[in-house]
């Protein structure tokens, strides 16, 4: 056992401060979560368009058939609840009365809230606590007291926590098990990088979960209420002096990129073998997530053209001037585009390129793409079925008039449907392929040698080691 971990007491049992990530779409289930909490840990079902299954047992592959966005909405708020339920039972299950299990949600999902209460509705007794970022859940707290569930608030600054606190878990103070630095330069998926952070100049997490610490106690706060460390963990040997530190308090550990590699985990054989060859450098962390967060993902060749797309960019104005002096005559209709001298030189090359098609973008810009691109971001967009509170790719917003009133942003993609994808068998490098940014360890740690894959039990085993 790794010197000062010690277990804490959750959900009724005592588990190892060992936290399983819950991790978007069909990523993290019933299997890994119940593995995860029967080992001793909590285990974490993304309840984030969670996979059902027929009287079979075959998961069922989500049609949407309205006509349009709203109906499409309703569909997959109702697939969304199926399959959190249908995975927390299968956890709870496989579980067996060990460990504990969570549910994570993302508060910017579309219909998060109807969702979450949902799944909660029908799961009553199972889930110990409920994980939310993406966002200021400050309903989180509110729904988790209507359920008599904990919840744990995932944010990347004590900022965050302080506003959120303050607004509305003061209110409820008793559910609140933990508080999550998910660390936002270190982290996979989506990240909480504020306006004033650099994404190019990560900050050393220890002085922000300190500052975190120090809010908490401002408020009153129990120091054995765990600040869960999320984002760059794999070795708990790395983590020594924070383990059983004063300063810091009660600290337990989340790992969201080590479990994918696991038998248990549901996410395809290709996505598994790609983990095993990254390189320390190959996460990406990037702003072209139809959410407007950054987030960090694998550099596949997905990501790569969309890096491409936005560098194949002109700005334009309407209407003529001095600088924007030449109109744009390849790639789009109209004539009311007028670009910089330079700019129009560089249309024409991308045009004979192949880059026949040029797409508006929200900013005044448009964006060069072959033909084919162009038909399926077309596509794409108008098969939007409202995965996200707002999004930036189709301008749907899962309130009001169902539209953010700005134009859809090509330089975007449908999350969704990449992020189906991948999890059921797609092509690595033709998808967004989540990851933190210590996947690299895959392919240095001795403990993958040889092309090993731990079940779940031996991966919590090994960590319990320090290693």
């Known amino acids: 056992m790794f010197k000062g971990l010690k277990p804490i007491l959750y959900g009724g049992n005592e588990v190892w401060p060992l936290i399983e990530g819950g991790k978007g779409v069909s990523a993290t289930n019933g299997e890994s979560a119940g593995a995860w909490a029967a080992a001793g840990g909590i285990g974490t079902v993304s309840a984030v368009n969670a996979d059902s299954y027929d009287k079979n047992g075959n998961i069922i592959e989500q049609i949407y058939t309205g006509n349009t966005r709203a109906e499409r909405h309703r569909e997959l708020i109702q697939y969304a609840i199926d399959g959190g339920v249908a995975q927390v039972k299968r956890a709870y299950e496989l579980a067996n009365g060990k460990g504990a299990i969570n549910i994570n949600i993302l508060w910017e999902m579309g219909g998060a809230q109807e969702v979450l209460i ?20 400050y309903k989180l707290s509110e729904i988790a007291a209507n359920y008599g569930v904990n919840y744990l608030p995932i944010i990347s600054s004590a900022r965050a ?19 999550v630095y998910e660390d936002p330069w270190l982290a996979g998926g989506h990240n909480g990088l504020s306006n004033a952070e650099n994404p190019k100049e990560p900050q050393d997490p220890k002085p922000r979960v300190q500052a975190l610490r120090d809010v908490m106690r401002k408020e009153g706060i129990s120091d054995n209420v765990p600040i869960i460390m999320a984002g760059g963990v794999w070795y708990l040997r790395d983590w020594q002096d924070w383990i059983d530190n004063e300063d810091l308090g009660q600290i337990a550990f989340q ?24 390189k320390e450098g190959d996460v990406l962390l990037h702003k072209f997530s139809p959410t407007g967060f950054y987030s960090s993902a694998v550099k596949t060749e997905f990501l790569m053209d969309l890096d491409a797309r936005s560098k194949r960019q002109i700005s334009f104005k309407k209407e003529q001037c001095p600088i924007y002096s030449r109109q744009l005559d390849v790639g789009v209709k109209g004539k009311n585009i007028w670009v910089t001298d330079e700019d129009l030189g560089r249309a024409h090359q991308w045009f004979a390129a192949g880059y026949e098609i040029a797409l508006k973008t929200p900013d005044d810009s448009v ?8 038909i399926t971001i077309r596509k794409d967009q108008k098969d939007c079925m409202g995965c996200l509170s707002h ?18 942003d090509p330089r975007s993609f449908c999350i969704q449907k990449s992020l189906q ?8 490098e033709e998808n967004l392929m989540f990851a933190g940014h210590a996947a690299y360890n895959f392919s240095t740690d001795p403990f993958y040698s040889n092309g090993f894959v731990p079940n779940v039990k031996q991966l919590v085993d090994r960590i319990l080691t320090g290693d």
Do not use: Q
């Open 421 to 428: 994808d991948i999890a059921h068998g797609g092509e690595p």
């Open 391 to 408: 999004c930036g790719f189709s301008s749907w917003k899962d309130h009001d008039n169902f539209s953010t009133g700005r134009l859809a």
């Open 367 to 374: 964006v060069y793409v072959t033909p084919d691109d162009g």
């Open 255 to 278: 790992y969201g990129t080590r479990p994918l590699l696991t038998k248990e985990s549901p996410i395809p054989a290709p996505w598994k073998d790609k983990l095993t060859s990254i």
């Open 118 to 137: 949902g799944i909660l509705e029908k799961t009553k007794g199972m889930i110990a606590g409920v994980t939310c970022g993406a966002g200021m859940p």
């Open 161 to 179: 926590f302080r506003a959120l606190w303050k607004r509305a878990y003061s209110k409820v103070p008793e559910l609140m098990a933990a508080v």
